[in-house]
């Protein structure tokens, strides 16, 4: 297998790092990592920084906002799903002063977990997809996940802007306590940015009629399920933020493919489709990917349950749900 020159200097880089942490300690390593994204933070004036929450959907909404904005200039996003401090203190070093954005996750998955990265990232727009039950406990629940990654909205400056979901009411209590723009976004005839005839029937992907105002705009995209819908409206009211018109980011959104293990259409060579959704799985979203399995036009369906997440906080009845399946499958 031919080894290519930048394969060469990633493979370099990778053994360099291993070293450097065995020599120095991860607290020296993450201390000056932290240090000098601070101060290369505050150096930086032209890029736009937007932060993205929420219990699901935060990393295909980050990735559409990528897609977004990359067709009118470049910039920078967290790697894949990695959220914590130091992971977003990477790809702030690679940000140059003459990029245009830098788009990172921020999670909340316990309290004050939000104060540092945000303390770092200082975004001027930030956007909240839902708020449910990951990471909540007895003493952490659904209305204290919502009160951190609250967070981020009270943190905007009043030139900013908020993208909140107006279907979801712990997430769009968050504008009381923000000084910044509300741009909502959802189903509800009361938010700003809407959709409209929304449907994902398999083999079709998600489509949609954007409705801003007078404004009406077809999309298409290239996920599988209509629990999607928030991500895509959400990371729409981050490309409108930021100056981007509906069109341009219908026409962003439409070329983003799906993420690795998230309702990932993967197709063999002998035929068959599995639609993966095996990166993270909270027992709280099966009953989007049952939706969508049940509505789909395949002549065999099959599903296959492995481990689920959170279980533990779930009624016993919900347990009940893979067992009927089949009978609904048929319905």
């Not at 370099?12 to 101060?39: E, V």
């Not at 980050?62 to 894949?80: A, C, D, M, P, R």
């Not at 449907?199 to 009629?209: A, F, I, K, N």
């Not at 009953?287 to 369906?301: H, L």
């Amino acid at each position: 297998m031919r080894v290519t020159l930048s394969t060469s200097i990633r493979r370099f880089r990778r053994a360099l790092a291993w070293r450097l942490h065995r020599l120095l300690g991860d607290r020296i390593i993450y201390g000056t990592l932290l240090a000098s994204a601070r101060l290369w933070r505050r150096m930086l004036k032209k890029p736009v920084f937007i932060g993205v929450t929420g219990s699901a959907g935060k990393t295909m909404a980050k990735e559409l906002v990528l897609g977004i904005l990359t067709h009118k200039g470049k910039g920078v996003g967290n790697f894949s799903s990695y959220n914590n401090i130091e992971e977003i203190a990477k790809p702030m070093l690679r940000l140059r002063p003459t990029h245009g954005f830098f788009v990172t996750e921020l999670t909340g998955d316990k309290p004050y977990a939000m104060d540092k990265p945000l303390a770092l990232v200082q975004p001027s727009i930030g956007i909240v997809t839902v708020v449910r039950d990951d990471h909540s406990s007895k003493d952490y629940p659904r209305e204290a996940i919502a009160k951190e990654k609250g967070k981020l909205i009270a943190s905007l400056p009043a030139t900013g802007t908020a993208v909140l979901n107006a279907d979801d009411e712990l997430v769009l209590a968050m504008a009381a306590k923000s000084s910044a723009r509300v741009i909502t976004y959802g189903l509800s005839p009361n938010a700003e940015l809407r959709a409209e005839d929304v449907s994902s029937v398999w083999p079709d992907r998600l489509q949609m009629t954007l409705v801003r105002g007078s404004e009406r705009v077809e999309l298409r995209t290239q996920l599988c399920g209509t629990h999607w819908v928030p991500s895509v409206l959400g990371a729409i009211g981050g490309g409108l933020a930021a100056g981007m018109t509906l069109v341009e980011c219908a026409t962003g959104v439409a070329s983003v493919p799906p993420f690795d293990g998230r309702m990932q259409a993967v197709t063999t060579p002998d035929g068959v489709t599995f639609i993966r959704d095996d990166y993270k799985a909270p027992l709280w979203t099966v009953d989007a990917c049952f939706e969508f399995m049940k509505s789909a036009q395949a002549k065999r369906k099959i599903i296959v349950i492995g481990e689920l997440a959170r279980y533990w906080l779930a009624e016993r009845s919900h347990f009940q749900k893979p067992r009927s399946l089949p009978r609904k499958l048929r319905t």
